[in-house]
Structures are given as C-alpha cells and as structure tokens.
C-alpha cells in the first residue's frame, strides 16, 4: 500500500489499524534542538480520543503516547522521531457479522476491489482510528511553528455546523469551543446540537458536519505560485481525513455569488510600512502564497457510515444483503476532527515554513 506519507521537509508517515496492537507514526525533516516531550503531545491527543462524552464512541483508549527516538534529553536530535500509541480497547466480535459483507459508505469495498483481501475489525487501516497519528504528529508541527516563527502560529479549530443547523457566527465566542462537546464558537447553538443528536444518537443514525479551521500569524510567503500552492497542499491535507467530502479556503464556494467588487480584498498602507487587508475572501492566500492575513479554510464531513438502520448492499459472495453495523461508533464524526484539521493545517503550515526557509531564507 502506497500514500502512508504527507509532507515535503516536514513528512510525516503512519502505519497502524484500528483493531491492531497498536498505531503509530514517524516524523521526518524536524530541525534539532527544538524542545519536545510526550508532554508537549498529549493534551492534543487527549482532544481527540474516544469516549470522552456521550455524543462520540464510547471505545475507550487513554492514548497514551510514547516518543520512541528523534529526542534526547528533551531536545529534537534532526533525526526521524518515532511516535507509537498502544490499542488497549478494541472488540473485534462487534465486526463478526460483516466479515463477508460491505457496509455502504465505507471503504470495504474499494480495499476488496483493489487489494482483494482487507481488514473488517472496525475497518483496519481505513478506520478513523488513523488520525490520532495525525494528531501527535501536528503537535511536533506546532512545535516546529512556536521554535521558528516570532510569536507562534495559532492556530484553532471549531464545528460550525451540525447537520442542517449552522452556529449563529454573531454569536463566535471562541472561549466557548473548549466549554462545551462540539467544539462550537456559540453557546446557544452547542444546546440545540446536543438536543439534535441526542435524538440521531438514539435513533441509531448519524450526522454530518462542518469543521472550520483558522492559523493566524502566519508569516506572509508561504506557498509556491504553481503546484505547490499553499491552498492546494491544505486541500489535500484535509481531504485526506476520513469522512471529509468537500474542502473550501476563504469565501470558498459563497464567492462564486460575489461580484469582483464584493469579492475583491481591498488594501491600504500602515504607517509603519505593512499592509492592511481591508476583508479577507481569500482566506489568507493569493495566488498560492500565504499573504500574512489568518489562514482560514472548511471542511464538509458526511454522516457516519456506521448506523444502525439496515442498508442495502451485497457480500464477497456477489449475493444481495442488508447490513446494520453494530459496534462503537461516533453519532457525529465532524466533533472529533476537529483537532484532526488543527493537525493536518499545522503539518502543512511546518512544512512550507521550512520550504521557504530553504528557499528564501528567514522572513
């Protein structure tokens, strides 16, 4: 299997499935001397592990991460570092039924069609259970980030939609993302979601979402004008998480409505010789090339495949079968990728960071 890889000079590779002994990643491209502990990792992970409310899988894994080389007396070395995450909480039984079967929506029957052999315990390597790799490996990123850039990149993520039921951007507090299970900017809607899915959690159904995600002190010049454009590696990055079906920077699809005034993000001078953007439709990038302004792109995530309601499909014998998964599963995925965007968002940023030092100097 090919694709297990993401980066350029900041790379990172993971390997691992979901119903193995357990997952892990290697880091590459890190520079030395940059300060790193398992304590540095962990409270990322520990936004996205399992179990830790009502409203997600209540497949229980601490998550717990081991640095396995790369640091040395708490300092990178420049050499890989090698991270690894024990399963502790798996139950295969739960996937003993669709061993034959493909459940709709997954990735069950692409791996058969193209490998002719796959994983059924809770979907092997093609389970979101991948991310949490993803998730220590953008923690070395963030740490990459506060080492080279002045100040930090900050970089945060929220749900801002459930569903059909968007949050009230009037109300975008972002105290409230860490106050409540979804991640959301807004108070008020966090108490209507949690009555919405309440009910698709109990119906055995899912829901959709939309995850927002936002870097700001982002260094102007990041990107390359052609193939390497910063939008496209981010695009790329997140169409790459699990369940992600659309991708938009900036205004994204809304600017197809604008005008080229509307759209147009107008500029003036600063006295001390910067330059104000006066709107930011672009979402941080021009023609590939970070501009200074917040980086801020959306993602659209489908609903769960794994639902309780027999679906229709077929088996590895070519018979017609309905399938109702059973198992531990999350009602709504969108909350849990959250910090899975953050992730993949500072991966990229670390990446171009170095790319640009490489090929420009400092900033």
Request: proline share 6%; with cysteine.
């Amino acid at each position: 299997m090919s694709g297990n890889a993401f980066g350029t000079l900041f790379r990172f590779t993971t390997f691992g499935e979901s119903h193995g002994p357990a997952i892990g990643c290697v880091v590459d491209g890190v520079p030395p001397r940059i300060p790193l502990t398992e304590a540095d990792i962990q409270p990322w992970l520990d936004k996205r592990k399992p179990g830790t409310s009502r409203h997600t899988t209540q497949r229980r894994e601490p998550d717990e991460v081991q640095i396995l080389s790369g640091v040395f007396e708490g300092q990178t070395t420049g050499t890989p570092i090698g991270l690894l995450i024990h399963n502790t909480d798996q139950r295969s039984k739960d996937y003993g039924e669709i061993a034959q079967q493909f459940r709709p929506g997954h990735a069950d029957v692409t791996y058969w069609q193209k490998y002719g052999i796959r994983d059924h315990r809770g979907g092997g390597r093609s389970s979101a259970r991948e991310t949490a790799m993803r998730v220590a490996a953008g923690a070395v990123a963030r740490k990459v980030l506060d080492a080279l850039v002045p100040g930090g990149v900050v970089i945060r993520g929220a749900m801002v939609q459930m569903g059909p039921h968007a949050v009230d951007r009037a109300g975008w507090d972002w105290d409230q993302v860490g106050a409540n299970p979804f991640f959301c900017p807004d108070a008020a809607t966090a108490a209507r979601w949690e009555e919405y899915l309440d009910g698709i959690r109990k119906a055995g159904s899912s829901a959709g979402a939309v995850v927002e995600v936002e870097a700001t002190n982002v260094p102007a010049g990041l990107g390359a004008p052609v193939y390497d454009k910063l939008d496209a590696d981010l695009a790329k990055a997140f169409m790459s998480i699990n369940a992600v079906k659309g991708v938009e920077i900036g205004a994204g699809f809304a600017a197809a409505g604008f005008t080229g005034e509307d759209n147009a993000d107008e500029m003036r001078m600063r006295e001390d010789g910067g330059i104000d953007f006066l709107s930011n439709h672009a979402g941080g990038i021009l023609g590939g090339i970070s501009t200074g302004q917040p980086v801020v792109a959306r993602m659209a995530i489908k609903p769960t495949s794994s639902i309780l309601t027999p679906r229709r499909s077929v088996d590895v014998h070519g018979q017609d079968v309905d399938v109702r998964t059973k198992g531990r599963h999350d009602p709504c995925v969108g909350i849990r990728a959250v910090p899975v965007a953050e992730a993949m968002m500072a991966c990229v940023l670390a990446d171009h960071l170095l790319r640009h030092r490489a090929q420009c100097g400092g900033f």
